[in-house]
């Protein structure tokens, strides 16, 4: 069965600070990782996806890495804004199509 | 661009009572998916649907739950006889065939009491 962790499980970052939060998996037979993020009580809005053949994916000021051998992803956000303030929740396709999800990063940027 | 859509957006409904909760995925998707999220938990998958069936549940997805494409365009998920525990967001996604990305819509919150 397909585990996945996210550390840390929460983060507070001053405003402009890198944001670097970290996602691994268990079994790496994977087509692919989603990021998301999700504001509370709200429903998921796909960040990035990147496929089981490529290792990275970039869009705007977010950029993920993904290790599918080692089964580690990493998802970084250049110069932190209050806006990005939200759970980031790091999710991965399995070969029975399956989406298993970690229990998310809750990122605070201070003004 | 084309999204999948769900309602209610919030539901509140008494234990015992059966809810229906509705999608309309993506036009020309073929695989269907519920997953839930209690409050502060993880998203859990509960249910895949392909060619009109089920195609693998997981141990949530009890007799209590059915699935069911009534029509061209909806996909819905019928809980029998809510529990206190079935409080949750619910989010149904969508899936091309020959693609492994999922769609997901904005989620019914389910409040049972």
């Known amino acids: 069965k397909q585990e996945v962790t996210q550390i840390p499980a929460a983060l507070s970052v001053p405003e402009g600070e890198n944001l670097v939060l970290n996602c691994s998996f268990t079994?790496?037979?994977?087509?692919?990782l989603q990021w998301f993020r999700q504001d509370p009580g709200k429903g998921l809005t796909s960040l990035l996806l990147?496929?089981?053949?490529?290792r990275e994916q970039t869009s705007g000021r977010l950029n993920a890495s993904l290790d599918k051998s080692s089964g580690r992803s990493t998802l970084y956000i250049a110069a932190s804004q209050p806006g990005d303030s939200a759970t980031y929740l790091c999710?991965?396709?399995?070969?029975?199509?399956?989406?298993?999800f970690g229990a998310g990063t809750t990122v605070t940027v201070r003004a | 661009e084309p999204e999948v859509t769900q309602t209610p957006s919030h539901q509140v409904t008494q234990m015992g009572q059966e809810v229906i909760l509705r999608c309309v995925p993506i036009?020309?998707?073929?695989?269907f998916y519920w997953y839930r999220q209690i409050l502060g938990q993880k998203v859990e998958f509960l249910v895949s649907?392909?060619?009109?069936?089920?195609?693998?549940k997981s141990e949530i997805f009890d007799d209590q739950f059915s699935v069911e494409r009534p029509d061209g365009s909806n996909f819905t998920l019928k809980i029998r006889s809510t529990k206190l525990e079935d409080s949750a967001m619910y989010f149904c996604?969508?899936?091309?065939?020959?693609?492994?990305?999922?769609?997901f819509g904005p989620g019914t919150r389910l409040t049972v009491t």
């Open positions: 996604a969508s899936r091309a065939l020959g693609t492994y990305e999922q769609y």
């Open positions: 036009s020309n998707h073929l695989y």
């Open positions: 079994d790496s037979a994977i087509y692919n």
């Open positions: 649907f392909y060619n009109n069936e089920i195609s693998e």
């Open positions: 990147i496929q089981s053949s490529q």
């Open positions: 999710a991965v396709t399995s070969n029975d199509y399956k989406l298993s």
